[in-house]
């Protein structure tokens, strides 16, 4: 029986990885934190994320609960596992934890960040961390499709492959949109999410501010739960896992 649960709150560049959960023959964050454990004693690692990040997904603020044996001092953890973790993956905190943590369950929020570079051309140095959309977008009307979005509401249309949840309810407390020269950031913050949701979420903005959807059919989508009827899902390398809140 594991003794002691240890948080981490750790960050990723997620181009080279299959996502978060291990898969067979597949590069993952889990499997190189797993990699990262094995030399201080522990051969196979109990690893639970807040959530699982897709393939090409980033984070700045994933959590992550370890249960575990090892008694090494937090300090020595921390400097430990970094050392033996690749340049793509770091520990940015480390805590004791109850032991009951559980780092999916217990979260009571998180807040996810899209990024859009709107230019007619690719940028170079951000396609790893963007999505690049060619076709000028109308801010307004960006703007204007975020608001049904935002309180309490079943986002059944914004779920791709569900509904894998026993609720599609959730409530979205903040809706935010950056603009800067070519550079678009939404920061979606709400107590959950479901699969996709963020990317569809901004999929749906992005094909009103195009002018490829009726700004009507944003809240028709809603109230329908229909799928079919919001945008596509954005490409993975634009969404970043910012933050994931706790009860204090």
Not at 164 to 178: A, G, H, M, Q, Y
Request: hydrophobic residues 40%; glycine residues 8%.
């Amino acid at each position: 029986m594991k003794t002691r649960t240890i948080k981490f709150t750790i960050q990723y560049d997620g181009t080279d990885f299959a996502g978060w959960q291990c898969q067979k023959n597949q590069r993952t964050v889990q499997q190189v934190m797993r990699d990262a454990i094995v030399p201080l004693g522990e051969l196979r690692a109990d690893l639970v994320a807040s959530g699982r990040t897709d393939s090409g997904v980033h984070a700045l603020g994933q959590v992550v609960g370890f249960r575990t044996n090892l008694t090494h001092e937090l300090t020595v953890l921390h400097k430990a596992i970094n050392y033996y973790l690749p340049p793509d993956v770091r520990i940015l905190k480390t805590e004791e934890a109850p032991y009951g943590f559980r780092a999916t369950n217990d979260a009571t929020g998180k807040l996810y960040r899209y990024v859009i570079h709107n230019a007619n051309y690719m940028d170079v140095i951000g396609r790893r961390f963007s999505a690049w959309v060619k076709e000028p977008l109308d801010h307004g009307l960006m703007r204007e499709a975020s608001l049904p979005m935002l309180g309490t509401r079943d986002f059944s249309c914004f779920e791709s492959e569900g509904p894998n949840r026993t609720s599609s309810v959730r409530t979205v407390k903040r809706l935010d949109i950056e603009y800067d020269k070519n550079w678009i950031r939404i920061e979606i913050e709400a107590d959950g999410f479901l699969y996709n949701m963020a990317r569809a979420m901004v999929g749906t903005m992005v094909s009103v501010a195009r002018g490829k959807m009726p700004l009507a059919q944003v809240r028709m989508a809603i109230e329908a739960k229909n799928r079919d009827l919001a945008g596509p899902t954005m490409p993975p390398q634009g969404l970043f896992l910012v933050r994931v809140d706790y009860p204090s």
